[in-house]
């Protein structure tokens, strides 16, 4: 459902400067913007990947569309760019978001957790189905994550436990980012800590996500290219539509590239036999 920033919080980390924004449906969003430095095709790239890991049912925050009108970023210049010394004014429209887990002022969000909590991460086994993600899109970028405590349920049991949980984030460079391309890498897409791999044995143990992109919908594909605002793609409709070709005909090699990251020096997968 297309929102509307109402309220400005604060600037993020990250190389492509996005900022949080309170939107009119009570939820805050990391808003990545249509002239962001990295390029508008990492807007582009991340609501193919949002329509794909809904698909696939892997832990990623719900996304959005926030409109960021003139008024706004009049009222909020803090809400801008920065190049260098220079302050570089957001364009207004369209932009993508990704939502917050909760309340920025009363809720822990993490990037890193030591080793300790991280193998007690309730839903570990995330980790292992974003990397079949990731090198079916061709994530150039080292798989990012965020970390906060909720409430876990298992099955049908009643109640639940309070845990950390992880979200994956920032796919603004799958497909190379704005290059949209598939550079192969062993190292491509993996988390830098092996333990989230302790689980891996064999390549069984990356199903059923392996399964679901092999077999992957063409009209999910559809759906992706559906949700993308034509400004963001004005010029570039052929390049986009070749894009998704080779995304789809890749499919099938999802599985080699999984196996060739043991071919990395330090063997992500220490306990594969």
Request: net charge negative; glycine share 6%; proline share 7%.
């Amino acid at each position: 459902m297309p929102l509307t920033a109402i309220r400005h919080v604060r600037k993020m980390r990250g190389g492509a400067q996005s900022h949080l924004l309170e939107a009119d449906d009570g939820h805050w969003y990391v808003v990545k913007f249509r002239n962001n430095p990295q390029h508008r095709r990492v807007l582009v790239n991340e609501i193919i990947c949002a329509t794909l890991l809904r698909y696939l049912n892997i832990s990623a925050p719900e996304t959005a569309l926030i409109q960021v009108d003139a008024a706004f970023l009049q009222a909020n210049p803090e809400c801008s760019i920065q190049l260098g010394t220079r302050q570089v004014a957001i364009e207004p429209g369209w932009q993508f978001g990704s939502r917050y887990p909760g309340d920025p002022g009363t809720l822990a969000v993490y990037d890193f957790l030591p080793d300790a909590l991280l193998g007690q991460v309730a839903n570990l086994e995330d980790f292992r189905a974003i990397l079949v993600l990731d090198k079916w899109v061709g994530n150039a970028d080292g798989r990012q994550s965020v970390f906060y405590r909720a409430m876990v349920r298992r099955g049908q049991s009643p109640g639940g436990r309070a845990a950390f949980v992880a979200r994956m984030i920032d796919h603004g460079y799958a497909f190379n980012g704005p290059n949209w391309d598939f550079p192969e890498s062993p190292l491509q897409g993996l988390y830098a800590r092996k333990l989230v791999y302790d689980a891996v044995r064999s390549l069984a143990d990356f199903q059923p996500w392996l399964d679901h992109v092999v077999h992957f919908p063409e009209e999910i594909v559809d759906q992706a290219w559906k949700a993308i605002p034509s400004e963001w793609v004005e010029g570039e409709e052929d390049a986009l539509e070749q894009l998704l070709e080779r995304l789809f005909a890749r499919r099938k090699r999802v599985p080699e590239l999984i196996e060739a990251s043991r071919e990395t020096r330090a063997d992500p997968f220490p306990n594969w036999r």
